[in-house]
């Protein structure tokens, strides 16, 4: 007889003892059982279905989908994920276990042997669900071996424990005890049912020493068939029809069922690194209990890929870069594995035999997370202000791995190289940002090189490669370069951190400052944190606008009162967030301008400048001067008459290619124009960019907030809606298709923003 078709006789040899013992309806769901809240189909889809991404291991997985921890609407819960087409349900309850079949324990214990009331649902297509309350039989919870019969540890009347069969009948709870187990176990616990058997692990107190034992029992009889003591304590065990196998620490122990022959497989881990086993006949399961993510602490932990090793001739076939949490048997000699390999990413797998007789394993729920680190965009400011607190940043798919970086200043051939270990428990490392985020600033370069200290202005390339920590996978390598200057002309950047920033005045007067980055993800500008408070007072200015850095550091803004008078707000670094001067007064007169906008170089001197519409219809240039004290050189006319055709002007940077900042103007049809810089503050001809831009009430150049090397524009209208447009470079076309933006997210109601 083969092996399949002797383990379908016991099967069945099991089926028919129990239905004669314990009466009908063991092995099945009872009349009375209450109907599922969804149905749900059978079936394996031949794609994998979603994983919550940083999901742990399941708590079951079944013939037709899996269980998995849960917050629904702040409360824990569990959902059942179909692999048929990835539907869920979800289950009130905290805690469940897994039988290794469709039916799983749920229980609203803060664990499954606290749970003194419980269920035993069967999620699969028609499947009820039972009902059991312990509370009677002065039981707790220790496995679920069937739709109806679990085992549990019963208290008797004078104080002994004993382990019992539970099981179901019409309502009523009968119970069996399993003989054989010695008097006095502590701690049970058990494996799903393989092949009408369990694999009970427990301790027993020799004296003043502990020591744990291993108990075959068969649930037909109710008997333990076999007991195994190691020389070792085990922590996790496995049986199948052939053989045991368990691990303790950085070993792998196995036994033959049949001759008692053991064997040990030593990998020398530390105490800390943990194995995980499983079996499939005589197939011996084991890897190290590694995440993809690794623990926060940037320690390096010894890998032992996932991988089957046949007991009977020492083939060893490697099935997953990593595996995280226990090995869990499942229906039809399967066994399921949180982990992931390079080809078919993160999640969860099913492990079988294929028709080689080889173990293969299948993805069949998938993150989306890639297992081969990988690095997912620089993110230094272009231009990169050498005298600024901005940080060089990149961004990984995940924190853990150690980043050789150098950084080349092209023209003179000087280099810096710092091997950056990322890690985010405890204080953390100074190179890690969060988010998968790593980076450096150049005080710190400053600190250790002489290039940082001496540093030169132009082209610096960077390089590096990156190495997982856990050993998942292979380094991954990335190159690039940036433009660097001193003291730069930072566009609606008041954090001097590379990422723009709106300024928003609500209805009461309240000033907001508004943090923003860019979304690589979703390719548009996000919000880091809520608005921060300025303060109130605002609804004094008639207009307020973000200029750039005028002298140094971060961007500055000016504001208009109602008399006409302007004045500048100084903008200056903190170490507690963005400092804001008192007031200076620059001078009167300005309400003869219908519109202002500034943050574009004109001039090509390195200075964001300031241009203005008068009531005739001019346009007028203020050249800044870098020095806060008196900031705008003489006024220069540089448009005569027609700015009137126009209800809004906006400084863009240089989107177009030509030598110096640009503008766009908007007529009152809505349709933009676009005006080149020709560096002496100047502009060529307009260009028609497009219709329909009255949707919006005002567009803001925000700089270059993708990190692209080219401005980009924001766009705001009715009820906070907000749109970002990345800079092309193109003049025919100088911005990408919008993509909406939640920039605005949590503002207070608005009336200004600039």
Known sequence: MSGSASRRGVSAAITTVLAVTLGAGVLTAPAHAAPLPAAVTAGTAAAPVPYPVGGEPPAAVGRTGFLNQATVNGKRMLRWTRFADGATTVIDAPVADSTGTDVIMTGKGSTPARSLVLQLRDMA????????????????????????????????????????????????????????????????????????????????????????????????????????????????????????????????????????????????????????????????????????????????????????????????????????????????????????????????????????????????????????????????????????????????????????????????????????????????????????????????????????????????????????????????????????????????????????????????????????????????????HSPVRIGGGWQGYDRIEVLGSVGSGPSDFVARDKTGTLWLYDVTPSAYGTKISARKQIGGGWNTYTQLTGGSDLDADGRPDLVAVDKAGALWFYKNTGNAAAPFATRKKIGTGGWTAYNQITATGNIGGAPAGDLIARDKNGVLWLYLGKGDGTFTARRQIGGGWNAYTDTLGIGDADYDGRPDLFAYGPNKTAYFYAGTGDLHRPFATRVTSPALTGLPAHDHLS
């Open 125 to 528: 297509p028609g499947g009820g669900t039972v009902t059991m309350d312990l509370r009677p039989l002065n039981a707790t919870y220790v496995k679920a071996v069937s739709p109806d019969t679990i085992l549990a540890q019963v208290t008797k009347a004078d104080g002994s424990v004993e382990l019992h069969l539970v099981t179901s009948a019409g309502g009523t709870l009968t119970q069996r005890k399993v003989e054989g187990v010695p008097a006095g176990v502590q701690y049970p616990h058990s494996t799903e049912a393989r092949d009408g058997s369990v694999l009970l692990t427990y301790s027993l107190q020799d004296g003043t020493e502990w020591r744990s034992e291993f108990a075959v029992v068969d649930l037909a009889t109710a008997k333990v068939t076999s007991v195994h003591r190691p020389d070792s304590r085990p922590r996790r065990g496995a049986l199948s029809a052939t053989h045991l196998v368990w691990t303790d620490e950085g070993k792998v122990h196995s036994k033959d069922r049949a001759t008692g022959a053991e064997a040990v497989t030593d990998f020398r881990l530390t105490e800390d690194e943990g194995m995980v086993v499983g079996l499939l006949d005589s197939w011996q399961l084991y890897g190290t209990w590694t995440t993809l993510e690794g623990d926060g602490t940037g320690n390096p932990r010894t890998l032992v890929p996932f991988a089957a090793k046949s007991l009977a001739s020492g083939r060893t076939v490697e099935l997953l870069d990593y595996a995280y949490g226990t090995v869990m048997a499942g229906p039809g000699n399967t066994a399921y594995v949180r982990g992931g390999t390079v080809e078919q990413g993160d999640g969860l797998y099913r492990i079988s035999i294929g028709a080689d007789g080889v173990p293969t394993a299948q993805a069949v729920a998938v993150t989306g997370k890639p297992v081969a680190l990988r690095h997912l965009g620089a993110r230094v400011p272009q231009p990169f202000d050498l005298a600024s607190h901005m940080a060089l940043t990149w961004k990984l798919s995940r924190e853990n791995a150690d980043v050789d970086l150098r950084i080349t200043h092209r023209a003179t051939g000087k280099s810096f190289s710092k091997t950056l270990h990322l890690y985010s428990e405890s204080a953390g490392s100074e190179y890690y940002y969060g988010d998968d985020v790593f980076g450096i600033r150049w005080s710190q370069i400053a600190e250790e090189s002489e290039m940082g200290r001496d540093a030169a202005t132009g082209t610096y390339d960077w390089s590096f490669t990156a190495r997982p920590q856990n050993g998942v996978g292979p380094a991954v390598e990335a190159s690039g370069s940036f433009t660097a200057v001193k003291n730069a002309a930072t566009q609606h950047d008041l954090g001097w951190n590379g990422s723009p920033d709106l300024l928003a005045r609500d209805t009461a007067g309240v000033l907001w400052k508004l943090s923003s980055e860019y979304d690589a993800a979703g390719k548009t500008l996000a919000q880091v």
